[in-house]
């Protein structure tokens, strides 16, 4: 029996979406880069509004979004569950796909405080090695319910990268810092260089911002050791609200982070290190119940033509302008000279 018109167009277009994954599978790209075309292109496979890839953290008890397609830059860096939070939250805790035809009458769907899009219908896909999820994928839509074949499709899609992912995952592991989640030091070097060699190509800037923690020893002296691991924690968090998705952020020491903007000019980055102040010091933390109020004092300094092809010199001269900011009161931003 021949496949009626309609059909035999979903059936083209799945064919296709799966071809340019293998694509993206063979050219071995970056996991970033790998992720988001998945994302896009399960939105087509599946009819998608959006859809969202998320892996659980090195504690295996957060899921964190990887990357999307269809949602706004403050959903994407918004969306986390704990593991059995929220739909996506169940699916991995139980390896199991989940299909919901209306998230009001779903008792499991939890809406992000960042949700823009409309939902009405999702599903959900778990990443499974060995019979244990790594994380998930998922497909919405603002009213068209999904159906078996959906499902069908959207598993075959998670089967078909999930030992890529994982192997990536478990790469980019080792370069990240397992308290808070930021790129450990470990991870800096490799990271600047290939940085520095993309923006010296394309003619771009490229910006560090040094961060540190004003009396942080403080904190651990009156408040304890797991309190300073929470405020690291929770400081984290505020900085990836405070930076682009492009931008990344390394724990460079106990109480360092440093920030690297591509393609970030000078100004922009003193805005941006602004910013990071700023919502760092408007608000107290909740450590353990309590709360803490800290402040943060920031050095910028931007890619120079001697700078050496390693970043040292870079990152130095933003350690430099940390120092004076601390010596002029903390609480501050100071820009490298040069």
């Known amino acids: 029996m021949a496949l009626d018109p309609d059909r035999r167009a979903r059936t083209r277009k799945s064919f296709r979406a799966l071809f340019e994954i293998a694509k993206a599978l063979a050219a071995e790209t970056g996991l970033e880069e790998l992720l988001r075309q998945v994302a896009r292109e399960a939105c087509t ?20 979004t990887a990357a999307a397609h269809g949602l706004t830059a403050a959903e994407e860096r918004g969306i986390s ?5 929220g739909v996506a939250g169940w699916v991995a805790r139980e390896g199991k796909v989940a299909r919901v035809e209306d998230v ?3 008792p499991r769907f939890v809406p992000s405080p960042r949700q823009a899009i409309a939902i009405r219908a999702l599903l959900c896909a778990p990443l499974l090695v060995k019979g244990k999820a790594i994380g998930v994928i998922t497909v919405s839509h603002e009213s068209r319910a999904y159906d078996e074949e959906d499902e069908e499709l959207l598993m075959i899609l998670a089967d078909t990268i999930v030992l890529e992912v994982e192997m990536a995952r478990l790469k980019r592991m080792a370069y990240t810092d397992a308290l808070t989640g930021a790129l450990s030091r470990l991870g ?5 260089e290939r940085e520095i060699d993309r923006a010296r190509h394309a003619g771009a800037p490229l910006a560090v911002v040094l961060c540190d923690i004003d009396r942080f020893k403080r904190v651990n002296d009156e408040r304890g050791h797991q309190a300073g691991d929470a405020l690291l924690v929770a400081l984290t968090a505020r900085l990836r609200a405070s930076v682009r998705l492009g931008d990344a952020i390394f724990r460079y020491g106990g109480e360092e982070f440093l ?3 591509p393609g970030m000019p000078l100004a922009r980055a003193r805005a941006i290190a602004e910013r990071i102040r700023r919502t760092v010091g408007e608000a107290p933390f909740d450590v353990g119940g309590a709360p803490c109020q800290v402040t943060l004092s920031c050095g910028v300094a931007l890619l120079r ?9 870079l990152v130095a001269r933003a350690d430099r302008a940390l120092l004076s900011a601390k010596r002029a009161g903390r609480n501050r931003v100071e820009i490298a000279s040069g």
Not at 51 to 62: A, E, G, H, K, N
Not at 81 to 85: S, Y
């Open 81 to 85: 569950f704990k593991l059995g939070e």
């Open 259 to 261: 920030v690297l903007a």
């Open 188 to 192: 800096l070097e490799p990271a600047l």
């Open 45 to 64: 496979l599946i009819e998608a509004n959006a859809c969202s890839i998320m892996l659980l953290d090195q504690s295996q008890s957060r899921l964190l």
């Open 305 to 313: 033509e001697d700078d050496g092809p390693d970043g040292a010199s």
């Open 104 to 106: 009001m009458r779903d």
